[in-house]
């Protein structure tokens, strides 16, 4: 009986999915740029597909590992590099939506300074709290020690 044997083709088969290519440190970071790009052209009100932010993902986490190797100094280039993009598009998008009057950062910064206010009246209350209950404890070991004999240790 003879097998025959499966031979992969050194040719890429028309009818399946593309082959990945190796991305450069070059390619990664264009295509971040096209695809936030993409997503900083999407408007408010419409919704950015699942596949761009697929692909936003896994260049993001090819980056990061890429750069996670810090002798690798290209890629640690490009880590930062990405970096400064991201925090631009962010920066733009935070201006975008405020001059479209979908996005108020001073109200929202003066909501923030109150949750922190609040935080700090609540450590503030919890350090009270605690201060009392160091000194109520203190006071039970007084009271406690007073009542009961004294013994002496002779050495």
Do not use: Y
Not at 43 to 48: K, L, N, R, V
Not at 139 to 149: G, I, L, R, T
């Amino acid at each position: 009986m003879t097998t025959q044997s499966k031979k992969r083709s050194l040719t890429p088969d028309s009818t399946g999915p593309a082959p990945k290519r190796a991305r450069t440190n070059d390619n990664l970071l264009t295509e971040l740029t096209q695809v936030l790009a993409e997503i900083k052209s999407t408007p408010s009100s419409g919704e950015i597909s699942a596949e761009l932010l697929e692909t936003f993902k896994l260049l993001m986490l090819q980056i990061e590992r890429l750069s996670a190797d810090e002798t690798n100094q290209e890629a640690v280039q490009m880590k930062h590099e990405s970096d400064r993009c991201l925090e631009s598009w962010f920066d733009d998008l935070l201006a975008q939506c405020e001059a479209d009057g979908e996005l108020d950062l001073d109200t929202l910064e003066d909501q923030l300074g109150e949750e922190d206010d609040d935080e700090d009246d609540m450590e503030a209350a919890l350090s009270l709290a605690l201060a009392l209950q160091d000194e109520q404890e203190q006071e039970q070991e007084e009271e406690d020690d007073a009542k009961s004999p004294a013994v002496q240790v002779i050495a």
